[in-house]
């Protein structure tokens, strides 16, 4: 029975999947390259720039980093439904963990920023992995900082890379698209496809009645 809820951070409990579009395209990358990255983690991406452009990652980040800085200064946005999901996760008494290819000191800055951090058993940032997403030791870690077994854990997540990795895992793994649309692989690879934080509890009272 699923007692715990791995989340992904951006795009998939934050609206901020655009703006680092955007701060990356401004910053010189590709869009083509862009859709590469998603979900990566960083060392993966230094290297994805270093085999195709010629500025240096380190220069590439720093002007992601000023242009998503300017992008975020009116906070940051939550993505529909947020507040609710984690509301029921609580009253129910799950286990809530956060799991993502971002930075540490980025991930507290942001859920600090946005009053969500409280919610939050166990934070993995990408930087506590050897191997980010789509390889699964991020969750497997994730479900290891609330001594839960994978079985016991749902994974959401927006983007391919991180659906490939809550499956690889061997973890309930629920895809909430937000800039890239489902495709045959993913609709093969995740367990269910919602259309919104909004339906997690559904699905959830849903499975908590089959088991019954």
């Known amino acids: ?23 990356w395209l401004a910053s010189g990358v590709p869009e083509k390259l862009y859709w590469q990255i ?7 991406i230094r290297e ?10 380190e220069v590439l980040y720093a002007r992601c980093d000023a242009a998503t800085a300017r992008l ?7 993505k529909p439904g947020l507040e609710e999901v984690l509301q029921y996760l ?11 290819s971002s930075l540490a000191e980025n991930t507290k800055r942001k859920i600090d920023r946005a009053g969500v951090s409280n919610a939050f058993e166990a934070v993995i940032s990408g930087d506590m992995v050897k191997h980010g997403k789509p390889a699964p030791d991020i969750y497997l870690k994730a479900a290891k900082a609330v ?3 994978p079985e016991a854990c749902m994974v959401v997540e927006d ?18 698209p937000d800039m890239l649309q489902p495709d045959a692989e993913m609709r093969n690879t995740a367990d269910t496809i919602l259309s919104s934080l909004r339906e997690v509890p ?6 908590k009645r089959e088991m019954q």
């Open 1 to 23: 029975m699923i007692d715990t809820v791995i989340f992904d951070m951006d795009g998939t409990i934050f609206d901020t999947e655009r703006i680092y579009h955007d701060a």
């Open 38 to 44: 998603i979900g990566r983690g960083h060392e993966e």
């Open 48 to 57: 994805i720039f270093r085999r195709n452009l010629s500025v240096p990652p």
């Open 72 to 78: 975020l200064v009116g906070g940051i946005p939550k």
């Open 90 to 100: 609580q009253r129910y008494a799950y286990h809530i963990v956060l799991a993502t």
């Open 147 to 149: 001594s839960r077994v």
């Open 159 to 176: 983007s391919f890379n991180g659906v490939r990795g809550g499956h690889a895992a061997g973890m309930y793994t629920v895809m909430i």
């Open 202 to 207: 559904a699905l959830l009272e849903k499975q």
